[in-house]
């Protein structure tokens, strides 16, 4: 089974543009979350996606934007950048097991973000 | 505001050794517990859930869970250098299937 798929893997960019990235989740997995991940504050939660909608929002601004389409690949957009915005972007699959709990996210391998 | 509370370490054991990594949570309704493994520059890999109270033993791994204290641990039994990498723990509280909060991390290091 094929695991989560992020692209791009890298990207450099200049304050003020706008970026796109894009995840395909775990074949049969309906959520997606992002997390930003910074060596200052750790893995934070950025939102969740589950068909089509979004479920879940972390603490960002609204400069961080996402979607999903109904093959369950999602974007995430983040428009102005910021010098801060530079940080390991990851997005993550899960399911609920038959307990009714999440007993499983996986993540993608990452898009690191420079913003210069 | 929920959190999740871990030692950022460095843990330094010796190869051989059991490592023992602990997590505190804020929340009394989480609902799961994981622990990750996350390579300088790599993404997290996912190395074991629980959602009871007691031992769940994958491998070397063993996650240990007690909800009345809100706290829950990882032993590695006969630590290797490949196992040297910053663990994180997270916790999922129910609200949303796909929202774990995450610890900042225990970085762990042995030593051949």
Not at chain 1, 54 to 82: A, C, I
Not at chain 2, 18 to 47: H, M, V
């Amino acid at each position: 089974k094929a695991g989560v798929t992020q692209t791009p893997r890298y990207l450099i960019k200049t304050r003020g543009q706008q970026v796109t990235l894009s995840c395909s989740p775990i074949s049969g997995h309906r959520s997606v979350s992002w997390y930003q991940q910074t060596p200052g504050q750790g893995l934070q939660f950025l939102f969740e996606y589950f068909s089509e909608t979004q479920r879940n929002k972390g603490n960002f601004p609204g400069r961080f934007s996402g979607r999903q389409f109904s093959n369950s690949r999602s974007e995430m957009n983040v428009s102005t950048l910021e010098l801060g915005d530079s940080a390991l972007y990851l997005c993550a699959s899960s399911r609920k097991g038959d307990r009714g709990v999440t007993d499983t996210q996986y993540f993608g391998p990452g898009t690191r973000l420079t913003v210069l | 505001q929920k959190e999740v509370e871990q030692n950022s370490g460095p843990l330094s054991v010796p190869e051989g050794a059991i490592a023992s990594l602990n997590c505190t949570y804020s929340d009394r309704g989480s609902q799961s517990f994981f622990w990750y493994r996350q390579y300088s520059g790599k993404s997290p890999e996912l190395i074991m859930f629980i959602y009871s109270n007691g031992d769940k033993e994958d491998g070397r791994f063993t996650a240990q869970l007690n909800k009345a204290s809100q706290y829950v641990s990882l032993l590695i039994r006969d630590s290797q250098p490949s196992d040297s990498a910053t663990y994180l723990c997270a916790v999922n509280y129910g609200g949303s299937q796909g929202n774990l909060i995450f610890g900042k991390g225990t970085k762990l290091s042995v030593k051949p």
